[in-house]
Structures are given as C-alpha cells and as structure tokens.
C-alpha cells in the first residue's frame, strides 16, 4: 500500500464556487494499492502551495503526492514553481511521458508545465486540473508508477535486472 495524497490547486474549488472533478478523478484511476491519507483543496497561492506539500511530504511521510491544477500559462498557474521549492531531486521522465502520451490525443498537451521529484521519500506529481488530463496522464504513468515508488521507500532493488 502506498501512503497517498492529492493537492488540488484552484481559486474557484477553494472557494466553494466549482466543485473539484479532478481530484475524483484521481480517486477513481487509483487502484486498491494508493492508500489516500491526505486530501485537500487550496487556492492558487504560492505560499500555500509549498505549505501543503511540505506538510504531506515531511509531516505524513507520503510516498506520493499528486497534484492537480495550475500547470497551465495563466499568471495564477504557479503549480510547477511552487512545487520547484520543494523538490529536492528532479524525475523528469514522468512529465515528459504524460505530454507524449498527451500529445497522441491533443497538440496542447505539449503546453503542460508539469513537473514531477521526490522530496524525502515522496514522489511529488503534478497533473493538470482537468479531468481528461487527469485521467490521460495517470493512463500514462500508473503502469510505471508502482515500481519507482517500491524503489522510494526500499522495497525494490536491483532494478536493472530482468
């Protein structure tokens, strides 16, 4: 079982004026083995942002963290910068192969400024906050997904064995 949060970042959510799909979406893409202790919904705040994550991140141990939301090019989209704080080590990959698998469907999926890394023991993913680019890029990364984070927390090794 992975110790699991989901960050959704969006002024409307926070504010009771939308409510949040994506972050159901997530739920619902997760399977049996994401064990979901930390859900919450702020606004597009940078402060916050870093606040929450490394909450999630040194506070509860999570092995994964996954945000949803500001990813985008508006100039409240602050996602990646905040999350760039407080990252410690980089995974490119995991953005690269959601805008790939992203890009089979729709050309602006090249304009995800996503990021993902790991900050102690947690992998921290940044998703857009749409529901169809929620479920595109779990599609894309989830059959990985488990193997990096057994690698995380220990209980993989020797992984450049068949």
């Known amino acids: 079982m992975y110790k699991t949060g989901i960050l959704i970042m969006s002024d409307k959510a926070a504010a009771g004026e939308r409510e949040d799909r994506s972050g159901e979406q997530i739920r619902d893409l997760l399977g049996p083995d994401y064990l979901l202790q930390y859900y919450q919904v702020i606004p597009d705040e940078k402060p916050i942002i870093v606040e929450n994550m490394k909450y999630a991140c040194d506070e ?3 092995d994964l963290l996954l945000t949803s939301g500001g990813t985008g090019f508006s100039s409240r989209d ?3 910068e ?3 704080e407080v990252i410690e080590r980089m995974v490119p990959g995991i953005p690269e192969a959601m805008r790939a698998y992203g890009m089979q469907k729709t050309s602006k999926a090249m ?3 996503a990021v993902a890394g790991i900050r102690r023991n947690t992998l921290i993913i940044n998703l857009p906050g749409s529901v169809k680019g929620v479920r595109e890029s779990l599609e894309a990364i989830l059959p990985a997904l488990s193997h990096g984070l057994d690698i995380i927390i220990g209980s993989a090794s020797e992984c450049g064995q068949d």
Do not use: M, N, Q
Request: net charge positive; aromatic share 0%.
């Open 111 to 113: 304009l995800s400024r």
């Open 82 to 84: 905040a999350s760039l």
């Open 78 to 80: 602050i996602t990646p």
């Open 60 to 62: 509860l141990g999570l």
